[in-house]
């Protein structure tokens, strides 16, 4: 069993900043990657920010605002959030492809999401 659980979303205005956490727990053998994806209204899940050894990449709108890291001894990843704009809201999903004690297998988890409202 793997579980992910995010906090720290929120309601802030525009301009704000918030940061987000996930931390993983359960069997878990390695971690490959983690990463952050959102979903808002009536659109597709898209990738926000991943970071795997060390390397991160970003969406494209979410750069020099964004900031990806994870703390390995904790299974954690966090995603600074800053310069949020209306167009980030959305429900921001945890990532994990890792691989457990039970199954050498790779797999893909998810967390179960948390709202990040920004108001203009």
């Known amino acids: 069993q793997v579980q992910l659980v995010e906090s720290g979303g929120g309601l802030v205005q525009a301009g704000g900043s918030l940061r987000l956490s996930c931390a993983a727990s359960g069997n878990i053998f390695r971690i490959y990657a983690m990463g952050w994806y959102r979903q808002a209204p009536g659109k597709q899940r898209e990738l926000v920010a991943r970071i795997s050894d060390g390397r991160t990449n970003y969406a494209d709108s979410v750069k020099d605002r964004f900031t990806i890291s994870r703390d390995n001894a904790k299974n954690t990843v966090y995603l600074q959030m800053n310069s949020l704009k209306p167009e980030d809201t959305g429900v921001y999903y945890c990532?994990?492809?890792?691989?457990?004690?039970?199954?050498?297998?790779?797999?893909?988890?998810w967390g179960q999401g948390t709202q990040v409202t920004v108001s203009s």
């Open positions: 990532n994990a492809d890792l691989s457990t004690l039970i199954s050498s297998a790779r797999g893909n988890y």
